[in-house]
């Protein structure tokens, strides 16, 4: 019995129509995970599953086609798409506000998750996806330092009310790119 082994060739266009409905696919993810939204009182910022999104984005995607993704999400949403969570200011003025600083930051941290990630092992997925949400937190406190002129006051508004729910986030994310990284990777 003879065994043949089949080798998947792909065409240069066909991975470029891959890598971008990829694109556009992580876009649309972290828009539907805008919309799934909660208001926490005393603060102007919104409790989402946006963070989640993007590590996963990141992680699944690599950095390039993570942060083209999120860049597309940016783009969509200050041209005025209901992309945004629906809690805030409208299209680009978004980018200004409140929750201006996280949303910039998405690129920033799909880029340093799909970095760091490596192969998907547990150790480096939990650490590339600690480091992506520390770099949303800290894009999130800028714009709120800006906003109030007080650390303590960002800090209090932007981050010390979401570490529970974002530490919850992180251990979804480190579970579904644990399992999922090499396939998707390989595949892009």
């Given at each position: 019995?003879?065994?043949r082994?089949?080798t998947?060739?792909?065409?240069?266009?066909?991975?470029?129509?891959?890598?971008?409905?990829?694109?556009?696919?992580?876009?649309?993810?972290?828009?539907?995970?805008?919309?799934?939204?909660?208001?926490?009182?005393?603060?102007?910022?919104?409790?989402?599953?946006?963070?989640?999104?993007v590590?996963?984005?990141?992680?699944?995607?690599?950095?390039?086609?993570?942060?083209?993704s999120?860049?597309?999400?940016?783009?969509?949403?200050?041209?005025?798409?209901?992309?945004?969570?629906?809690?805030?200011?409208?299209?680009?003025?978004?980018?200004?506000?409140?929750?201006?600083?996280?949303l910039?930051?998405?690129?920033?941290?799909?880029?340093?998750?799909?970095?760091?990630?490596?192969?998907?092992?547990?150790?480096?997925?939990?650490?590339?996806?600690?480091?992506?949400?520390?770099?949303?937190?800290?894009?999130?406190?800028?714009?709120?330092?800006?906003?109030t002129?007080?650390?303590?006051?960002?800090?209090?508004?932007?981050?010390?009310?979401?570490?529970?729910?974002?530490?919850?986030?992180?251990?979804?994310?480190?579970?579904?790119?644990?399992?999922?990284?090499?396939?998707?990777?390989?595949?892009?």
């Amino acid at each position: 019995m003879t065994v043949r082994s089949q080798t998947a060739v792909v065409s240069s266009s066909q991975l470029t129509l891959r890598r971008a409905v990829a694109v556009v696919l992580g876009a649309a993810l972290v828009a539907a995970a805008a919309q799934v939204t909660g208001v926490i009182p005393g603060t102007p910022v919104p409790f989402t599953l946006q963070p989640l999104a993007v590590l996963i984005v990141g992680g699944l995607l690599g950095p390039s086609l993570g942060a083209s993704s999120l860049i597309l999400y940016l783009l969509l949403g200050a041209a005025g798409l209901p992309v945004f969570t629906p809690i805030g200011l409208p299209g680009a003025a978004r980018l200004i506000g409140p929750t201006g600083g996280y949303l910039l930051a998405y690129p920033v941290a799909a880029f340093a998750v799909g970095r760091l990630i490596g192969k998907g092992d547990g150790t480096r997925t939990a650490l590339a996806a600690l480091a992506g949400l520390a770099l949303i937190h800290l894009g999130g406190l800028a714009q709120l330092l800006i906003l109030t002129g007080s650390a303590a006051q960002a800090a209090r508004l932007g981050t010390l009310p979401f570490l529970v729910g974002d530490l919850g986030k992180l251990a979804i994310a480190v579970l579904v790119l644990r399992s999922s990284v090499s396939a998707t990777r390989a595949r892009l």
